[in-house]
Structure formats: C-alpha cells, structure tokens
C-alpha cells in the first residue's frame, strides 16, 4: 500500500469510477483464444488485460526433475514491460516470483497431478495492461485455461481481492484504491468446495473489518466463478471460431 492521497478516494459512498464500496469492475473472460496453446484464456478486469495459456500435460525434460508419482506444475506469472505507467524492466522480479508461487500451489489444490506421473504442465500468465488485482486476474484466467486445455480437476478457482480505503471496506481495488489505500486481501476460492486456496493481506485491517473483507471478496470470487463457467460454456456449446482471435 501507498501514501496518503491528497484527494478523497471514496465520496458519498461512492468510489472514484462511480463503483459502490462492494462492487466489482467490470469483467469479461473469454476460454480458448490461442491457437497453439493447449488451453488458453483472456480476461479484461476493470482495466487489467491478462492472457494465460497451458502447455500439457507433456514429458518433462531433463528426466532428473521428473517426478514417478505426479505431474509437476509449473507456473510464470509475468507482467509486460508495457503494462504499467514506468516501463518495467523486462524478466522475472522478486514480486512476478512470489506470485507465480502462489499462484501455483493454489492450483496444485484443484489439478490431478497425479494421473501425469513424470510430465510438467506449463502454465504461463502474462499481464499486458495492469490496473490493480493482476494476481486474482491471473489466477482467474489460469484456472479457465487449465479447464480449456481439458487438464483433469476438481473445480475451476476464481480470484478476487477486498481492501481498505479511505477507513471504507470495499471490493476489488483499482489502481489508486491499491495505491493509497490502507489494505489489500487477494483470496483464491473454491465455491463449489466453500474452500480459500490462496489468502494473502498487506496493510492494516481490525478484526471486523478482516472479517468483511474476506466476506466481500467471498462473494466477489463467487461472481467471477460463474462468469469463468459462462467462458467455457460458450466455447463449448458454439461450433464458430470467433474465439480464436490470437
């Protein structure tokens, strides 16, 4: 979290893109977007842009990494050099590491690794826009792709953050709300599970207000949740290839 905006982010009761406090931005989720891939999926969240795409399951190479009882997920999570404002250096960071991480042991709950013994699924996000909430919108988009690559799972997992702004609990952050508001809550949830596979937070929240922001992002993952099956849905049920745009 930032400093201290010299500007209200939240006046009468409303947020700076006219949201209220427990309202998401606006998404679309689009499966199946790249043709080389395996699976693949395109999210617009607010003004994010993020492109995943699933390559496997396939032998893993070199042999030493292989593993005789499961599958080795693999996960890189990047953001363009063009995505932000100050053009970012190009390659992995400390932060693209940590959430490619989490990222990855979020989606080890839900993929049947073991029925790839010795092979590697790939899964590669790439942010080209960011605008706040990139690690919910990726992780959004990686789950689609798995399922569009037909990768065996137990459910899809959807992402959403709450945060802290202006003392206000509120829904899914934009970029001057993650900037200069007080905290962040990113959760990875599985509704038909009732299950939080990834739960990180910075900044301050009082026990309540902790209790708010997990109830509000609860919802907002349930929301995205449906959109990711309505995704896969009109792949699936159209015989048209206007998805294959990439």
Not at 82 to 88: G, I, L, M
Not at 133 to 151: E, N
């Amino acid at each position: 979290m930032g400093g201290k905006s010299s500007t209200p982010l939240i006046v009468k009761g409303k947020r700076l893109d006219g949201r209220k406090p427990e309202e998401l931005r606006p998404i679309k989720i689009e499966a199946g977007v790249l043709n080389r891939a395996d699976g693949s999926c395109y999210v617009e969240w607010g003004k994010n842009k993020v492109i995943a795409a699933v390559y496997g399951p396939r032998e893993l190479h070199p042999k030493h990494l292989q593993d005789n009882t499961q599958a080795v997920l693999r996960c890189r999570y990047n953001m363009a050099p063009f995505s932000v404002d100050d053009r970012k250096r190009p390659g992995p960071d400390r932060r693209s590491v940590e959430i490619s991480k989490v990222i990855r042991e979020a989606l080890e709950r839900v993929v049947f690794l073991n029925y790839f013994p010795t092979s590697a699924i790939d899964v590669f996000m790439e942010v080209l826009q960011a605008d706040a909430g990139t690690r919910c919108a990726a992780l959004t988009a990686a789950s689609v792709a798995l399922a569009d690559a037909g990768v065996p799972m137990r459910d899809l997992v959807a992402g959403c953050a709450a945060g802290k702004v202006d003392g206000t609990v509120v829904l899914d952050l934009m970029q001057e709300e993650d900037n200069y508001g007080e905290g962040d809550l990113p959760l990875g949830y599985i509704p038909s599970k009732d299950e939080i596979v990834l739960l990180q937070m910075d900044g301050d929240f009082t026990k309540d207000e902790f209790k708010t922001a997990l109830n509000y992002a609860i919802k907002g993952a349930k929301k995205i949740y449906a959109l990711q099956k309505e995704a896969l849905k009109r792949k699936y049920t159209t015989n048209k290839e206007t998805a294959k745009w990439i």
